[in-house]
């Protein structure tokens, strides 16, 4: 006789894109969203039968769960982050049709969309929200979650949701860069690229806004600078002396998180991945993953 099928089942096949990509702008990683979204599924699946039917709307069921195992993660983070060494970035991202290091079986076109919600700046600033803060922010304005179903998610009121937002968005406002043509901010990065490889401090410098960042996460696992690297002169000098063009060694022009970013290659292995913030014409910060456990998108195998 057959079994009659778990309706929940489709759901949650159709759901799990959507729950990766709510997790990852949520987490900032994709290794821990992919766990969050297993753990969602587990906890379905360790309810009855009866209870799962009772479930009106497993989405939104699925949802709430996953959202709930982020603000978890989020409040735990902190601690973890004391640990870290060195500067944490979230983990970088290529394109669709640039992933090489998709865990077996897992279809790349499952993983994460890229929009402006995940560009490396916009991730760095839902970083320093509190969990509060960046699930209700992130829930209402990226997802259009209504605020009453916010505030069961994070257990607070509607309207406590609602300032959350408010406060969110104010620092999105003040960090936000300029909009700029994606093909200008590409000329800008594959500038820097030439210049880094010629060595030619004076052109990095003329590439770099005055104030200029750069940060390196290497997360105690390789060599990188523990606290970020200010103003165009030392940034320029800082990349000046590690060599782009060294024997074995290979610059490539890749998306990043949805924008032009760099790839270092050694040996044809992904070594590092470099994403930009442009604004006019100059690079105001530069972030850079050396981290190899953050890179598992990147490289083969």
């Known amino acids: 006789m057959t079994q009659p099928s ?8 159709s759901e799990r894109r959507r729950l990766t990509n709510l997790a990852y702008r949520l987490l900032g990683s994709l290794a821990d969203a992919e766990d969050v979204v297993q753990e969602t599924c587990a906890r379905w699946y360790a309810m009855s039968p009866a209870q799962r039917e009772a479930v009106d709307s497993p989405g939104a069921w699925l949802s709430t769960v ?3 195992i982020c603000l978890d993660l ?32 897992a279809d790349p076109a499952d ?36 605020f009453p179903e916010v505030a069961e ?32 901010r590409a000329g800008v990065v594959r500038a820097f690229k030439r210049a880094w490889e010629a060595k030619d401090i004076d052109a990095l410098i003329g590439l770099l806004a005055p104030d200029a960042t750069a940060t390196g996460d290497g997360g105690g696992l390789v060599t990188a600078a523990l606290h970020p690297v200010e103003g165009a002169e030392q940034v320029a000098r800082f990349f000046a002396e590690r060599p782009a063009s060294a024997p074995g060694m290979t610059l490539v022009e890749r998306t990043v998180n949805g924008q032009p970013g760099l790839v270092v290659q050694r040996d044809g292995v992904t070594v590092s991945v470099m994403a930009f913030e442009v604004t006019g014409d100059r690079i105001a910060h530069i972030w850079a993953v050396l981290n190899p456990e953050k890179l598992h998108p990147w490289t083969a195998g």
Do not use: K
């Open 6 to 13: 778990d309706p929940g089942l489709s759901v949650i096949l």
């Open 66 to 68: 996953a959202s709930r």
């Open 111 to 146: 993983r994460v969309t890229l929009d402006e919600s995940v560009n490396m700046a916009f991730l760095v600033v839902l970083d320093a929200m509190t969990p509060a803060e960046r699930v209700a922010f992130v829930l209402h304005d990226v997802f259009r979650y209504p």
């Open 153 to 184: 998610i994070v257990g607070r009121t509607p309207a406590a949701c609602r300032q959350l937002a408010v406060s969110a968005r104010r620092r999105v406002r003040t960090a936000r860069p300029d909009s700029i043509p994606a093909a200008r």
């Open 74 to 105: 989020l409040g735990s983070a902190r601690a973890r982050r004391e640990r870290y060494v060195g500067e944490w970035i979230p983990e970088p991202l290529p394109d669709r049709t640039e992933w090489t290091g998709a865990r077996p079986g």
